[in-house]
């Protein structure tokens, strides 16, 4: 493996044979006719042949004492830079780093469904670890799905190719809100095994846990699957307030159990998306969407965990979005890192912003759109690194890897 930044990520137990690796991954392929799954207790998903400990077979992992795991994660440039500490370099991950960009993800995905790929703890470690061992990026995310929670409620729903998520029965009515029952950790035992596995195969670098944020999932559960204009949403939010209201007051709940159960599982952050909060006009944000994000801060507050708050097209929500409660604001390309920070006001730490399209221009424009984004982050209290939404699925991977390397080494103090 070619060297990395010290203590930014797993190491290889030296001594211990290396397996062979799959397109590229250091995880072997499961056996033919064995398909990755949480029932098989042999040839467990690991890094370069660090061995993970497991529970025995039927027992849920126990959670870890301190969310942020030793020494070495806590002083981590990714969480230094969230706290709005010193930092080495400028930290770097990129949102949907674990996914279709990687011949590796393709491999281990082929013939799996997206919700089942989820559920299924030795390949969500896989999945996890192929961009810190590719691009050696500054920190981890949870790979899951935000609507995972939902699936392990009982709603009916499904993520379906070329689409999304698709709800077959879109909530709509009072008495569909009795659909939306508590989530407990034995719907997620899963969860709590991945990230059990993950923490111990990442070594010091740090794990981001997520959630989709209440507005974002309403929008999927009332439109009843992806949507340009949000009309049933918006219905509801204009038409029936208290409904509306009811309706993320729950899922705020709901999202914040599955945020616990990340954090207590070892998750040393938390990002909370709210993809879709950019259609809607501050003043209807500040009215019928911030009380249910605020709700899921609150609720994980005490965990001490940094928590990132980030939507696309929020513009003009930065600053609500940071009253919400969130430690860390993540921008996307539309606005400079200097007028978001004016925006969002002192105290809170930044994360973004280069336009993902930019990684398909070649390498010299990479470089020059990257300067800029830190040019203006130059004056912030702290700054991660990220693009400004997720990375595109026809992405060259090694366009991610020479952007973090860039980013190092432009930044290194």
Avoid at 309 to 328: K, S
Wanted: hydrophobic residues 40%.
């Amino acid at each position: 493996m070619p060297g990395r930044l010290s203590g930014t990520g797993p190491r290889r137990r030296e001594g211990h044979p290396r397996r062979p690796a799959l397109s590229g991954s250091c995880t072997a392929a499961p056996p033919a006719g064995r398909p990755w799954g949480p029932g098989r207790r042999t040839g467990r998903a690991r890094l370069a042949g660090v061995s993970a400990n497991t529970s025995p077979k039927g027992q849920t992992p126990t959670a870890t004492p301190d969310p942020v795991r030793n020494d070495a994660v806590r002083e981590s440039a990714f969480l230094k830079a969230c706290r709005r500490e010193p930092v080495p370099h400028t930290p770097v991950w990129f949102m949907r780093q674990a996914g279709r960009s990687l011949p590796e993800y393709r491999k281990v995905r082929e013939g799996i469904g997206m919700l089942d790929s989820c559920m299924r703890p030795e390949l969500v470690t896989e999945i996890t670890l192929q961009p810190v061992r590719r691009h050696h990026v500054d920190a981890a995310i949870y790979f899951s799905d935000i609507v995972v929670p939902l699936k392990a409620i009982g709603i009916d729903l499904d993520i379906k190719p070329g689409i999304g998520p698709v709800v077959e029965q879109p909530v709509r009515t009072r008495a569909d809100l009795a659909r939306l029952r508590d989530l407990t950790p034995e719907d997620v035992s899963y969860v709590t095994e991945a990230i059990g596995m993950l923490t111990r195969e990442l070594g010091s670098t740090p794990l981001i846990g997520f959630a989709g944020a209440p507005f974002t999932l309403a929008s999927y559960l009332v439109e009843g699957g992806p949507s340009r204009t949000y009309e049933n949403a918006k219905a509801m939010m204009y038409g029936d307030p208290e409904l509306w209201a009811d309706l993320l007051d729950r899922l705020a709940d709901i999202t914040a159990a599955f945020l616990d159960v990340q954090i207590r599982a070892g998750a040393s952050a938390v990002q909370l998306f709210d993809s879709w909060a950019g259609a809607l006009a501050p003043s209807d944000y500040r009215r019928s969407v911030l009380p249910a994000s605020a709700k899921v801060f609150r609720a994980v507050a005490g965990h001490g965990v940094p928590r990132i708050h980030f939507g696309v097209g929020t513009g003009e929500l930065l600053g609500l979005m940071g009253e919400a409660g969130a430690d860390i604001v993540g921008v996307d390309w539309r606005v400079p890192m200097d007028e978001a920070a004016r925006r969002v006001g002192p105290g809170k730490a930044l994360q973004g912003n280069l336009d993902p399209t930019v990684l398909f221009a070649g390498r010299e424009a990479v470089e020059t759109k990257a300067r800029e984004v830190l040019d203006t982050a130059a004056g912030l209290e702290g700054h991660i690194f990220n693009l400004g939404h997720g990375v595109m699925p026809s992405t060259d991977p090694d366009a991610l890897t020479r952007l973090v390397e860039y980013v190092h080494t432009q930044t290194a103090r």
